[in-house]
């Protein structure tokens, strides 16, 4: 990234408290980056700040809600104030609700579109106003395969997902006709065992539980920290993502059935769920979650396929390279 080569690079992360956000906020640590933390609960927050200095980098705190245009404005000065120019900012911040559509409240529709989609919108303008002048720096948006196929009992985050990408396109032309040199990337993540399954508002009658086969935090963390500065569109992470993704280019119908039938199991765990847990939707939940949640015994900490991905050019070579010496094997014999 520009700029990195000689000093600290500079990174804003919304959603740093917990989950995916605080897995990536160590995977920067570990580079000692500068780190401006956006989430709202504080918490969560001086836990990841305590962890960014421990490994040797620079924290910054911001206790801001995301769905706070002036806010976003406020923290993205502040950071270039103390800790200097933003070479990255990751837009990560999200909530959800499980529920059928019918048992939905418009407020809360509303909510999960000011955070998940909106946040995302302030976050990027935030970071463009930063930017533009200096004419450099990455903007990474964190989507999920579900912008691309939604699923039951989470209308609300899948809608702010797909909301993302066109917005996310949208601003990519721009900067193409600006010949912009700011550069905008998504990463789409599976399902993660983060925090999320145990403050996400549900109405669901069993514990609600990421959809199988599940990852681990740093494995998104670590396709992030790869697309921060890969200079990719777009990264898929996960066979469960590309399968959802391109599956959904052949066969819309066929998955519109499939999740009908499967789609409600494969979200609840067979535990009730206790009517009176907090959630956060509204509100942060009291302590620090850090970065996973209760699906560790199920989760993996490697994905194949993420690597495949990463490695893609020397794969290529590694099979031009074969397909050369197979060819001049058999003209030999």
């Known amino acids: ?11 804003v992360i919304t959603g740093a408290s917990a989950g995916v956000g ?41 206790p801001v809600d995301v769905a706070d245009a002036a806010g976003m404005d406020e923290a993205a000065a502040r950071v ?31 909510r999960v579109t000011e955070v998940t989609y ?10 463009l106003k930063l930017m533009r002048p200096r ?12 912008a691309y196929r939604a699923i039951p009992l ?29 550069h905008v990337t998504t990463v789409h993540l599976p399902a993660v065992n983060t925090p999320q399954f145990g403050w996400n508002k549900s109405r669901l009658p069993n514990h609600p539980q990421p959809v199988p086969p599940i990852y681990q935090p740093e494995v998104a ?29 052949i066969a819309p119908g066929l998955a519109d059935y499939y999740l009908g039938s499967q789609g409600y199991d494969s979200q609840q765990t067979g535990q009730p769920i206790d009517p009176r847990r907090p959630d956060n939707l509204y509100q942060p939940v009291a302590g620090d979650p850090g970065a996973h949640g209760i699906f560790d015994d199920r989760a993996s900490a490697s994905s194949p396929q993420l690597w495949a991905n990463m490695h893609r050019g020397w794969l290529a070579v590694a099979g031009v390279v074969g397909v050369a010496c197979t060819t001049l094997l058999a003209r030999r014999r």
């Open 80 to 110: 270039e104030r103390e800790l200097g120019p933003v070479d990255l900012w990751i837009n990560n911040a999200a909530t959800s609700v499980f529920s059928p559509i019918a048992e939905m409240e418009p407020a809360d529709f509303k």
């Open 1 to 11: 990234m520009i700029g990195a080569a000689t000093r600290a690079e500079v990174v």
């Open 221 to 249: 963390a670590k396709a992030i920290y790869f697309a921060a500065h890969a200079r990719r569109r777009e990264l898929s992470v996960g066979m469960p993502t590309v399968a959802a993704i391109y599956g959904n280019m």
């Open 135 to 146: 004419d450099r720096g990455t903007i990474l948006q964190v989507g999920s395969a579900l």
């Open 22 to 62: 605080r897995a990536t906020v160590r995977e920067f640590a570990k580079r000692r980056a500068r780190i401006g933390l956006i989430a709202r609960g504080l918490e969560g927050l001086e836990g990841a700040r305590r962890e960014v200095e421990t490994a040797g980098g620079r924290a910054l705190v911001l």
């Open 154 to 182: 989470q209308s609300a985050y899948c809608a702010a997902k797909h909301a993302i990408q066109g917005f996310t396109d949208s601003l990519r032309c721009e900067l193409i006709h600006d010949r912009s040199h700011i």
């Open 118 to 127: 909106l946040g995302v919108v302030y976050g990027t303008q935030a970071a």
